[in-house]
């Protein structure tokens, strides 16, 4: 199966909630999704198309926060890039820890340095900066300023 | 059950030689639960890259892992470059490949070294790390440097390989590859590690994809991962190799992986360097005058397994954000699967058979009172934290018994 194809049977299950595709070349292709359904796209991915997950990338930007949930398809070597877009003020988003182990690190991570809310997450604790840092700072966000002292 | 016995592992692991914290609690000999502490050596290398030009950034991901130093600023060159759309020269393939190459044999010899070290047969490790000195040797005559090469920039690399030097760089593998023959054969035939390691610590194929581990953990356990073979870059797309993988899934089946993988890496560099006698030299370089606004992905099999990279570009002269996955951030994750219902002898080396690099899952010395948000960075206050921190452990571990 080639990208394309991929992308299209895709498109089929999931409709409307597909915003947007883009096919950069055979081995890169980013989807945006309605956050929504992220759930349902995490398990058609994981379990029916054997993809894997590598890792996840959070942006804040003016559009709010954006997260990218890179899969793998290690036959063909495509990375498929699942982006979604979180409220500005009250970034939330279920969470794929349930269903595979794979994200359980990095949604923490992502909860800990740009406060993104992982709803269900079986145990959203601070994975790097435990008792070290302070409660409602992330530094990964852009309002955040170093204390330059 | 009685109340579980806390053992600690680290917060300094005395044989690693690293920052972490495994806390086993125990029943008796056996592993019941098991929590990992770390962020003792966390960088904030991804902030830190935000500040940085894209030729500088080099430098800074180079220094995220001591040990493959490589690694990082190849997916780093691989994600950049498909923002640029740039086709590096077939000798800066060639190059690359053959210093990802030399640095997955000094590597692995790295980890048989610790394993025969974790397993009490420290003849292993004097061996291993004597045989692997030779390729630290290599690198210092091509790179300049035993370790963070400073190889790579977006085009291609920074020096170019002279022709002269590849007869003595054929020697010295030639003798590399007898004393892994040695090596190798101490450890596959060796009836002690058999019995120590087959059937410890192992991962099924289910574990390995649902927590999504990559490299040789990955295909010590039959899924054949790799992403020279997936998702072909550089010069490993033009030369003849196969992917080594086991079944079993246990630390011996890792070590055997891991072993045979050296002889594959000789082979890679051998046909890399007859690429090399078929290039002209100096071609090494691609002019990039921009980069344009985009994202790119960028992925390199490092020993450990495969690092990724996700570079989002505001088309200025630095990234916007900079995404980094080390191997290990996978990989380490996996030790609840490999740990628990062992004993803790088994346990110890079941956590090191991944060959955790804890550096590269941490990627800021800088740190905040949870109390009262402030900053602290003397240093007086931060050995004051740590004395705390060593004090709350002891009374945590008192109490437990």
């Keep these: 199966m080639d990208t394309q194809t991929i992308i299209e049977k895709f498109r089929g299950k999931f409709g409307p909630d597909v915003l947007d595709t883009e096919i950069k070349n055979r081995k890169r292709a980013l989807v945006t999704i309605n956050p929504e359904m992220i759930l349902k796209v995490g398990e058609y991915l994981f379990r029916d198309e054997g993809f894997r997950f590598i890792i996840a990338s959070a942006l804040h930007t003016r559009k709010g926060f954006e997260i990218h949930y890179h899969f793998s398809k290690d036959e063909i070597g495509l990375v498929l890039n699942i982006h979604v877009i979180l409220d500005k003020n009250k970034p939330q988003i279920e969470s794929l820890s349930n269903m595979f182990n794979a994200t359980n690190w990095i949604e923490r991570e992502m909860h800990e340095l740009f406060g993104i809310d992982f709803l269900h997450h079986p145990n959203q604790e601070k994975l790097i900066s435990e008792g070290n840092w302070a409660e409602g700072v992330y530094p990964y966000r852009k309002e955040f300023k170093e204390d330059k002292k | ?401």
Aim: hydrophobic share 40%; net charge neutral.
């Design chain 2, 1 to 401: 059950m009685s109340k579980p016995t806390l053992i600690p592992i680290g917060p300094y692991h005395p044989l690693q030689e690293e920052p972490e914290l495994f806390k086993l609690y125990c029943d008796g000999e056996i592993v019941k639960d098991i929590k990992w502490e770390t962020g003792y050596n966390h960088r904030g290398i991804e902030k830190l890259s935000e500040s940085k030009t894209y030729d500088q950034v080099f430098f800074l991901v180079e220094r995220i892992c001591g040990i493959c130093s490589t690694s990082h600023p190849f997916a780093f060159a691989n994600a950049v470059e498909e923002i640029c759309g740039v086709e590096i020269t077939d000798r800066a393939k060639y190059i690359r490949s053959i210093i990802g190459e030399l640095e997955r044999i000094h590597s692995h010899l790295l980890w048989v070294g610790l394993a025969g070290h974790f397993l009490g047969y420290n003849t292993v490790f004097m061996w291993a790390w004597k045989y692997r000195e030779p390729v630290l040797d290599l690198f210092e005559m091509i790179t300049g440097n035993r370790n963070s090469y400073a190889m790579f920039k977006v085009g291609g690399v920074r020096r170019d390989i002279e022709n002269s030097k590849i007869p003595v760089i054929r020697k010295i593998l030639a003798d590399v590859t007898k004393k892994a023959d040695l090596l190798t054969g101490a450890v596959m035939d060796d009836p002690v590690i058999h019995a120590r390691t087959k059937g410890v610590g192992v991962l099924t194929k289910q574990d390995i994809l649902d927590y999504g581990a990559v490299g040789p953990t990955a295909r010590a356990s039959g899924v054949g991962i790799d992403i020279r073979k997936d998702d072909p870059y550089a010069a490993y797309g033009i030369v003849n190799w196969k992917v080594i993988t086991a079944t079993a899934g246990d630390v011996f089946a890792k070590a055997e992986v891991r072993l045979l993988e050296m002889y594959e890496s000789v082979s890679i560099i051998d046909q890399c360097l007859s690429g090399l006698e078929k290039t002209k030299e100096g071609e090494v370089n691609v002019k990039v005058t921009e980069i344009p606004e985009g994202m790119g992905t960028g992925r390199a099999e490092a020993p450990r397994g495969e690092v990724f990279h996700c570079v989002f570009s505001d088309g200025s002269n630095s990234p916007a954000r900079h995404k980094i996955r080390a191997q290990s951030y996978t990989n380490i994750a996996t030790f609840r699967k490999s740990c628990i219902g062992q004993t803790i002898a088994d346990a110890t080396l079941s956590l090191a058979a991944v060959d955790p690099c804890y550096c590269c899952t941490e990627r800021m010395a800088v740190a905040y009172d949870s109390a009262s948000g402030q900053k602290i960075l003397n240093a007086k206050e931060l050995i004051d934290m740590s004395a705390r921190k060593t004090a709350e452990l002891k009374q945590q571990i008192s109490h437990k018994r």
